[in-house]
């Protein structure tokens, strides 16, 4: 590796050795170029201080650019807007449990690729279409702008824009990065990650050995109406996504999450929720039920509170494990592709700000 083929944070130490030993310099180099990355966060390599100013200099500093940043009221939200380097744009979202002197949990909600091609009907990213997969670092990245040394990232969410099992040696790759012991060391348990059901992907996501949580977004339990809401139940319907599930569970022994979508009069009925619990019974898992957050389709409408707590009764009932999710972050547009959205409308017609405080 005489050149670098790929940015610096989706270097592993070995790597970075390599390349540093082609320029003339000591391969231990290559180990202190990864602790300051992943370790410290320093994504300037001019920060980079105990290194060859000539060293530096080299290093090749392909990072993305913040377009906004907003925090919510609450201050435990956050939303950051990056530009790529070759101008396309994608979002991250840092999560906390309390405030910074409280101590609690912060998870980083990350992107693995620039727009989607899944054309879920409910998602405004999907509005944007597909552009490209993300590069390992360009994923590692979004976690390190949120890490700090007092408040630390504890949890990773791959839940951001795009489907991450469709960028799967990149995403396996970011995984791994991040739990590097000489990086940020994070546990495999605290990461999750989400897809709308690419089954191949995930029965290979199985045997990676990894123990990380699967989340696989449901939504329906009849494949008509999931079709209607997933265009990929077409390839991979219902009966095959559970199957896959099932086989990460018997692989891992981990509890598969199934992510739902409660939609005003589309699939937030008592029979859908029976439904629902028929499919799940018996299997080790948890219902995640997400009232729907704004999107540009103006005929979806978020369930109220009443028919929610309703729905999670009824799969309570039956036996089956689930919560409502506490949307965070809507007064700054966290919802996955929302700050993109508005950024794009802000440009083309002069729109003013989302709610929260702009930093």
Not at 49 to 69: G, K
Not at 154 to 166: I, K, Q, R, T
Request: glycine residues 8%.
């Amino acid at each position: 590796m005489s050149e670098i083929s790929r940015s610096l944070p989706g270097l592993f130490p070995d790597e970075l050795e390599q390349l540093v030993v082609s320029w003339g310099e000591p391969a231990y180099r290559g180990r202190q170029i990864f602790r300051w990355i992943q370790r410290d966060g320093v994504l300037d390599p001019s920060g980079m201080t105990d290194l060859p100013s000539q060293l530096r200099d080299r290093l090749e500093s392909r990072r993305s650019e913040e377009v906004r940043r907003l925090r919510s009221i609450d201050g435990l939200t956050s939303k950051l807007l990056l530009q790529l380097h070759d101008g396309q744009q994608i979002e991250v979202v840092e999560m906390k449990t309390a405030p910074a002197d409280e101590g609690g949990r912060k998870t980083i909600c990350v992107s693995t690729q620039a727009g989607c091609a899944m054309g879920c009907v409910f998602c405004v990213t999907g509005q944007f279409g597909f552009a490209r997969n993300l590069e390992a670092g360009e994923i590692v990245e979004q976690v390190l702008r949120f890490n700090m040394p007092r408040e630390p990232v504890s949890n990773v969410v791959f839940m951001g824009m795009g489907e991450p099992l469709a960028n799967y040696d990149e995403t396996l790759r970011a995984i791994r990065l991040l739990t590097h012991p000489d990086g940020l060391r994070l546990g495999a348990r605290r990461i999750t990650l989400s897809t709308s059901g690419l089954v191949p992907q995930m029965r290979r996501l199985a045997d990676e050995g990894l123990q990380i949580g699967l989340a696989v977004s449901l939504h329906a339990a009849r494949d008509e109406l999931r079709s209607s809401l997933m265009p990929v139940n077409r390839r991979w319907p219902i009966a095959e996504v559970i199957a896959a599930a099932d086989h990460y569970v018997a692989r891992t022994g981990r509890r598969v999450s199934f992510e739902y979508t409660l939609m005003a009069g589309v699939n937030d009925s008592d029979e859908q929720a029976g439904d629902l619990a028929g499919l799940l019974h018996g299997r080790l898992c948890h219902v995640n039920l997400i009232p729907l957050n704004p999107s540009e389709d103006a005929s979806l409408h978020a369930s109220n509170t009443q028919r929610a707590l309703a729905f999670e009764a009824r799969l309570r009932h039956a036996g089956i494990a689930a919560t409502i999710r506490v949307n965070r972050g809507r007064d700054i547009l966290a919802a996955c592709g929302q700050l993109r959205l508005s950024e794009k409308k802000r440009r083309e017609h002069v729109l003013p700000l989302p709610l929260g405080e702009g930093c």
